[in-house]
């Protein structure tokens, strides 16, 4: 696949504030498409607060981003719909089951929920033997495979994962890496934010990292992935 023209993120001197906090303090980021940046920091540095802006989650108190050229703030629905955001909380409803909540998703967005697409995502996430367990009876780790099989079942441009890992054993962190190597690959993006580097190391390209709402310089970091 040939390289989209657009940056995947460019952000232009976002900030954003609750109440007299400055969580971020005018961050400016490109990412390019096909690339895999690492977003790290101390707790508090404003990392989540960019993700979800970029996501448009949350509007900024000033300063801009476009992704893949859609601007947050003029076409919030279409970043909204080349965009994902997994947070912490994986909105799975509990009440249903692995499949049941893939369907819904797909209604959600508008999208076919064709059973045997599901059901193919269902098994590359690994939860093929719990396809039919309601979601309240799984792992947390379970669930946030329920989280990464939503991701698959839209075109997703942009990537936006905070804190992947958690919850996740190798096998899971396999996965979640597996589906960044596969997103790079058709000319994605993402923005990993992630505290244990050492699994994210295989497939991120760069580091980036915040400290009080500020951009602050990293070293560059050359992975050869593999």
């Not at 797909?106 to 269902?122: K, L, N, Q």
């Not at 597996?178 to 934010?193: H, M, P, S, Y």
Request: glycine share 10%; net charge positive.
């Amino acid at each position: 696949m040939s390289p989209d023209p657009l940056p995947a993120v460019e952000c232009d001197n976002i900030a954003h504030r609750f109440g007299v906090k400055w969580a971020l303090r005018g961050v400016s980021l490109r990412v390019e498409p096909g690339e895999i940046v690492a977003l790290v920091g101390r707790n508090g540095s404003g990392k989540s607060t960019l993700v979800r802006a970029i996501a448009t989650a949350l509007r900024p108190t000033r300063g801009t981003a476009r992704v893949y050229g859609r601007d947050i703030r003029t076409d919030a629905g279409g970043v909204r719909e080349i965009t994902a955001l997994v947070g912490h909380a994986t909105g799975v409803y509990e009440d249903l089951t692995v499949v049941e909540n893939l369907s819904f998703a797909c209604r959600m967005a508008g999208e076919s929920s064709d059973p045997a697409r599901i059901h193919a995502t269902v098994e590359k996430v690994g939860l093929g033997h719990e396809a039919d367990a309601r979601a309240r009876n799984l792992s947390a780790g379970q669930q946030r495979r329920i989280a990464l099989a939503r991701v698959l079942l839209r075109p997703v441009k942009l990537l936006l994962l905070d804190e992947p890992y958690t919850s996740f054993d190798d096998e899971g962190v396999a996965r979640v890496n597996e589906l960044l190597t596969e997103l790079r690959g058709r000319g994605g993006a993402a923005i990993v934010i992630t505290h244990d580097f050492e699994r994210a190391r295989r497939v991120v390209d760069r580091t980036v990292r915040l400290d009080q709402g500020a951009l602050v310089e990293t070293p560059a970091l050359k992975v050869a992935h593999g």
